[in-house]
């Protein structure tokens, strides 16, 4: 992509971009796993466009149900005394799903407003104890818990915690793989820790499955210490790891849950917390007690619909299945391409992949030519190239996926190399 050209910057500032950036691809359709631009190009969309357009582009239940809720009520608040029938059917549906008995279900706009919401969950849930004091959140590197203050202070990618100021204090950050430096956090900071929070499989940050029982010991260790486990599962949620959270996945159930993306495809944007009997009993234990947290959107009907129509399809066409065959075919393509010398590692599980780049490759440029050839993929930190389509896409777009990152590498790479 050029850096920069005669032309003006266009009012919209993009997220995650260059502010002075002026060349953009309109995207104008989508279907199934393929998406369109405004030229008439077509894409293999190889990251279901960010991690979250699981049931595919064009589904027409999902535009129906939208439009059949905004022609009935468009929008009334939640706040205090007020509900909808779409907020109640899909908390009551995500209530059956969670992976914990007796869930309730906090609904948001999005992944960064979930993870704050479980984040103040967390401090509420001592604070009502008698306990304000124990605040304090562990997190791990190489995470990503969105961009608002509590998930900017949480994730662990450096460049995005700076030039903002002031963090949240009180948020200590350990190294990814190690429980030991887990159990080293609780011992100093002792039983002033609120919360651990990690996503099941870490996602945006390079794409790393937990390593064996890493999920596992740190239950153990948060049940030893008293603090709450929080998975952020915006991207693990809704199929994408073949079940329908990555605490099925793995079998570590932890006590409050985050979603957003794959719970709506994207269709509208919604997300939520899916809070545990540990929390809930202690947020119902005092009828006097206002929980004074809460979005003008939260419970949207439109988004809400939108939602249990995308449950609904994941059900009805079995999509959770398809998540572990997307692995079975994208895990030895990606292997051979490695294998062939052209990258230097493969990492994911499932419907979650990312190819590591060697150090001289750079991910961007591969990112760009395979664009040029008519597919998606992301690039991400630690020098990847990220995979994670529509769990709708066929093997003859996932071969078109590995065979266009295949050429691409060559092509960089042979470049790379005569200059
Ligand atoms: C694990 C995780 N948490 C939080 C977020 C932030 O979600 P949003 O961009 O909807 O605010 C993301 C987005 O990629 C995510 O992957």
Known sequence: MPVSDDRPTPPF?????????????????????????ADGNEYVDALASLWYCNVGHGRAELADAVGE????????????????????RLTAELAALAPMPDARVFLTNSGSESVDT???????????????????????????H????????????????????????????????SLDEVAAALAQHGDRVAAVITEPVQGAGGVFPPPDGYLQGLRE????????????????????????????????????????????????????????????????????RWLRHGFTYSGHPAACAAASANLAVLRDDDLLARAPHIGAVLQPGLQA?????????????????????HADTSAMDVRDRMLRNGVIPRPIATHSVAFCPPLVITDEQLDRTLSVTRDALEAVRARASTT
């Open 69 to 88: 809720q905004l022609r009935t009520l468009d929008a009334f608040h939640t706040f205090e005394l007020f509900t909808n029938p779409a907020a109640e």
């Open 221 to 288: 260790l948060c049940d030893a210490n008293g603090a709450l486990l929080l998975y952020d599962e915006e991207i693990t949620g809704f199929g994408r790891l073949g079940t329908w959270w990555g605490a099925d996945r793995y079998g570590v159930t932890p006590d409050l849950i985050t979603f957003a993306k794959g719970v709506t495809s994207g269709y509208q944007p919604l997300g939520g917390v899916l809070v545990g009997p540990r929390v809930r009993e202690v947020l119902e234990s005092d009828d006097t």
């Open 118 to 144: 479980a984040m103040k969950l967390a401090r509420l849930f001592w604070s009502w104890q008698g306990r304000a004091d124990r605040s304090v959140i562990i997190s791990r590197d190489r995470a990503y």
């Open 146 to 177: 969105g961009v608002t203050y509590g998930g900017t202070s949480a994730q662990g990618l450096a460049p995005n915690k700076e030039h903002w100021g002031d963090l949240l204090g009180g948020v200590v950050q350990v190294h990814a793989e």
């Open 337 to 357: 391409i490695v294998d062939d010398g052209l990258a230097s590692g493969v990492r994911g599980t499932d419907g979650i992949w990312a190819l590591a780049m």
């Open 13 to 37: 500032l993009h997220p995650f971009a260059r502010p002075a950036a002026t060349e953009f691809i309109e995207i104008v359709r989508g279907e199934g796993a393929l998406i369109w631009d």
